[in-house]
């Protein structure tokens, strides 16, 4: 068969259908793939509250966005998410459990570009244990920037960046816990306290 | 046209990232370790042979003045659906390759196939074109992020081989990849001629 004419019939003609045909095939596995993706996204975030708080088995009461920060308040704790822009290689999403006295219970990377090998290591090195420990310490209580900056936590070795902006995250994110709180500091006492005699 | 010889062509004799020197994007970023170089020759691969196949099915209804933007569209379409399909049943892959999944689209092999190969070849040998260019760029992805992988941290395919500590950091940064893809694009020539 003879190749179409390059008149702008045709090529008006033939662009228009293969992008016709290319838009319905998306729309087709975008309906398809649309379920999944987000029970995949839901069951990580859940994943994510559980291992932050140490608890295998947890409800979410409520959920509250702030200016970009989450909080989501459980039955065993809260876990704030709360994302910096300038991390080294870009954005640095951190999701930190707090008890309720505002301590750290935990915390888990959920989205980073860091560099392997270097700022990479966030998802380790501030676990319990580890070099740069922040598992117990308090945002209220503790100076929480790296060492160089005079605070009390040790920066991953050459990713001082990577380390202010995880560090960032967490203080944001108990700001936001600590705002929250001292707004409705009534309210959620009195809700507390039922919670503990239950 | 001999499927075999065609085949080889891809895998071998013009290799598209020792010997055509094509998608060097992918192939620098990718292979900080062994996993994510074949995961990502595997996923440009699917992309090559669907486009391949496409487009010389269609390769007579597209006017030639027309036909970049034409096998642009294709192509981008399907890079959309891979995206889609890997976000659903493959959350492992999209974690750590999510970033450059997109950039397939401007991956130079997969135009550059559809152009000098599937837009003068019969569907069959497209698709067989499509998995030799396809394997031959896995197998060097592979071999690439293996060895910066090694290098850099001691381990392949995350198998510990000797202590992290003796690594060169280097290796899993860009100017590792540089200097890693130089001396296999040399040995490998060596080793064809």
């Known amino acids: ?198 | 046209m001999n499927q075999i010889k065609v085949f080889w062509n891809g895998l071998v004799k013009e290799n598209p990232t020792f010997v055509l020197l094509l998608g060097m994007c992918p192939t620098l970023g990718t292979t900080s370790s062994a996993l994510n170089g074949m995961s990502m020759g595997l996923a440009t691969m699917a992309v090559l042979i669907f486009s391949n196949l496409i487009i010389s099915l269609i390769k007579n209804f597209i006017p030639d003045m027309v036909r970049i933007p034409s096998y642009i569209v294709v192509i981008a379409s399907l890079v959309t659906i891979l995206q889609m399909v890997i976000k659903a049943y493959a959350p492992e892959i999209d974690q750590s390759l999510g970033l450059f999944i997109p950039l397939i689209v401007v991956n130079c092999i997969i135009l550059g196939r559809a152009e000098a190969f599937a837009a003068k070849n019969d569907p069959l040998s497209s698709v067989t074109d499509g998995v030799g260019m396809g394997l031959g760029f896995t197998m060097a992805l592979t071999l690439l992020g293996g060895v910066r992988e090694l290098l850099g941290t001691g381990r392949i395919f995350s198998l510990a081989v000797f202590p992290e500590d003796y690594g060169a950091l280097v290796f899993v940064l860009a100017p590792g990849a540089f200097i890693a893809l130089g001396y296999l694009i040399a040995i490998v020539n060596r080793l064809k001629n």
């Open chain 1, 1 to 198: 068969m003879k190749k179409l004419e390059s008149t702008w019939y045709n090529m008006t003609v033939v662009l228009t259908l293969i992008s016709v045909a290319a838009g319905a095939a998306l729309a087709y596995v975008n309906d398809l793939t649309a379920g999944p993706i987000r029970i995949i996204k839901e069951q990580q975030l859940q994943d994510g509250i559980k291992a932050v708080l140490s608890a295998d088995d947890l409800t979410v009461k409520d959920t509250e966005e702030v200016d970009g920060v989450i909080v989501y308040r459980t039955d065993k704790g809260t876990a704030v998410q709360a994302t910096d822009p300038n991390g080294f290689g870009g954005k640095l999403t951190v999701l930190v459990g707090f008890d309720s006295k505002g301590t750290i219970q935990g915390y888990r990377v959920l989205e980073s570009a860091e560099t392997p090998g270097l700022g990479a290591k966030a998802g380790d090195w501030f676990q319990k244990g580890q070099k740069g420990d922040i598992i117990g310490m308090s945002p209220a209580k503790n100076n929480m920037t790296v060492s160089k900056d005079g605070g009390e936590v040790d920066a991953i070795t050459a990713s001082t960046i990577t380390s202010r902006a995880f560090l960032r995250c967490v203080n944001a994110a108990y700001a936001a816990l600590a705002a929250e709180d001292a707004q409705s500091g009534a309210t959620r006492q009195a809700e507390d306290n039922t919670y503990e005699e239950e």
